[in-house]
């Protein structure tokens, strides 16, 4: 049966690549349903490079901004009152119209706004989608956003539209602004949160939290630093009743590991019994 089991990182990405690589790993070794690895890291996508892959689909993701008119407007206004992104600077007294392509969003509300046809369009890259296929002949997806594009919704959307419900996806999911974590969490089954046992790292899984709880997914927390004098994080869980689900101290060791593209799994019996633990218990409590 499918399931889509978001994992959302703590303060270094390096761990929650772990995470998620090794639980794709395992999964891929018993699971008899497909299952994908969606890695939203838009501005350095790197979970294929555990994996032997090959690149079996490649495409520019495209959105269409507007271009102005001179001979047809007539200087309305409309559609720089619709841009919602400050897109379109508007001087009536002048008249001046100029379009900041820096700031469009390519959300297409000036174009609806124009009762003219004194908008054209034009296509930017906003960035990429590559498809790797594994020697399991199961399926990696990076999404990797354009050096000079300062806003990601449109990726992260065309990302979540690659989630099949028939299969396991597993998304890798940075902590970002509440509008890009909660479009990247949509309609996902299960939430792991990976997080340090730590003082300095509840206010940060306190604000994650409150993020996320109005969308009523179940969640756990993997911790990934254990720290046996501070509690407060677990004391807090306690209080919200969210469950500990994991906990791995990453050691040197286990980052020297992930520096030269080794899978935990591979390494150790005990890692892959603590991974594949984890599926289970995730299956369980979604
Ligand atoms: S497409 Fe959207 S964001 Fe871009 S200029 Fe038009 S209204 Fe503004
Ligand atoms: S809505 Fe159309 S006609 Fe009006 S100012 Fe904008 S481009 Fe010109």
């Known amino acids: 049966m499918g399931q889509t089991i978001a994992i959302i990182g703590g303060k270094q990405t390096i761990h929650n690549l772990m995470i998620a690589a090794n639980l794709f790993a395992v999964i891929s070794s018993k699971s008899e349903t497909s299952i994908?690895?969606?890695?939203?890291?838009?501005?350095?996508?790197?979970?294929?490079?555990?994996?032997?892959?090959?690149?079996?689909?490649?495409?520019?993701?495209?959105?269409?901004?507007?271009?102005?008119?001179?001979?047809?407007?007539?200087?309305?206004?409309?559609?720089?009152?619709?841009?919602?992104?400050?897109?379109?600077?508007?001087?009536?007294?002048?008249?001046?119209?100029?379009?900041?392509?820096?700031?469009?969003?390519?959300?297409?509300?000036?174009?609806?706004?124009?009762?003219?046809?004194?908008?054209?369009?034009?296509?930017?890259?906003?960035?990429?989608?590559?498809?790797?296929?594994?020697?399991?002949?199961?399926?990696?997806?990076?999404?990797?956003?354009?050096n000079d594009i300062p806003y990601s919704l449109?990726?992260?959307?065309?990302?979540?539209k690659q989630i099949n419900k028939d299969f396991i996806n597993i998304l890798d999911i940075p902590l970002?602004?509440?509008?890009?974590?909660?479009?990247?969490?949509?309609?996902?089954?299960?939430?792991?949160?990976?997080?340090?046992?730590?003082?300095?790292?509840?206010?940060?899984?306190?604000?994650?939290?409150?993020?996320?709880k109005g969308e009523g997914i179940s969640t756990s927390v993997f911790f990934n630093k254990i720290n046996q004098q501070e509690n407060h994080a677990l004391e807090f869980l306690e209080t919200q009743q969210i469950p500990i689900i994991a906990q791995l101290e990453i050691n040197t060791k286990i980052i020297d590991a992930i520096n030269n593209q080794k899978l935990l799994v591979n390494i150790n019996s005990n890692y892959k019994e603590l991974f594949l633990n984890l599926f289970r218990e995730i299956e369980r409590l979604s």
Request: with cysteine; glycine share 4%; proline share 3%.
């Open 176 to 212: 970002s602004k509440p509008t890009q974590l909660l479009e990247s969490i949509k309609n996902v089954d299960f939430i792991l949160l990976i997080s340090e046992n730590t003082n300095d790292s509840l206010e940060q899984l306190k604000q994650t939290l409150e993020i996320i």
């Open 154 to 160: 449109p990726l992260i959307k065309e990302l979540k």
């Open 36 to 146: 994908q690895l969606i890695d939203f890291y838009l501005d350095n996508p790197t979970n294929h490079i555990f994996f032997e892959s090959i690149i079996s689909e490649n495409k520019e993701i495209k959105r269409k901004i507007p271009i102005y008119n001179k001979e047809r407007c007539v200087y309305c206004g409309a559609c720089s009152k619709f841009c919602s992104y400050k897109g379109i600077i508007f001087i009536k007294a002048i008249p001046y119209i100029q379009i900041i392509q820096n700031a469009c969003r390519a959300c297409g509300a000036c174009f609806f706004a124009c009762d003219h046809t004194a908008l054209k369009s034009t296509e930017k890259l906003l960035g990429s989608l590559t498809k790797y296929s594994t020697s399991n002949n199961e399926t990696i997806l990076n999404g990797k956003i354009g």
